[in-house]
């Protein structure tokens, strides 16, 4: 059986465009990228003094569980060297799992869906563009309406 997961990738360190595209490609040995959206600059959130992001969104069908995707996704982190030296530091690549079918998840290592993404307009900008009607399982909203919630802010550019 396979699902859809709607996944937020983000880099700031190094080619930054080059490992959002390696990681797309890497996404294939977890199963079928089924879209992915423009590349977006966006600032950085919480820690602030650190180069600016380019985020992207990818919709992925696969087979595997919600766990199982987490632990594939901090996998392809690790080959391409993520270090978690700080928290909501520089990196240079961050994947986050956004949404999975319809699916709530709320376990000790992963929250579906994202716990944030509703507040975060480098998350919606890119996910509005793939999936404006994928519906947040918990807030019973589209991905449209919780962009178009969002209040003023948050610089977000579509490169």
Do not use: W
């Not at 950085?44 to 600016?52: H, I, L, S, Y």
């Amino acid at each position: 059986m396979s699902n859809l997961a709607y996944l937020s990738l983000g880099s700031n360190l190094g080619d930054r465009e080059k490992h959002l595209r390696d990681a797309i490609q890497r996404l294939e040995a977890v199963g079928s990228v089924r879209s992915v959206s423009s590349i977006y600059e966006t600032e950085p959130v919480e820690f602030t003094d650190q180069r600016v992001f380019l985020n992207c969104a990818v919709a992925l069908e696969t087979s595997s569980t919600p766990t199982q995707l987490m632990h594939q996704l901090l996998e392809i982190e690790r080959v391409m060297g993520r270090q978690r030296l700080q928290k909501k530091g520089p990196r240079t690549i961050d994947l986050d799992i956004l949404l999975f079918g319809d699916e709530a998840v709320n376990t000790a290592g992963l929250t579906i869906p994202h716990p944030a993404m509703q507040n975060r307009r480098f998350v919606l900008e890119p996910l509005a563009e793939i999936a404006p009607d994928a519906r947040h399982p918990v807030i019973k909203k589209t991905v449209k309406q919780l962009l178009e919630d969002l209040p003023p802010g948050q610089d977000v550019r579509k490169t």
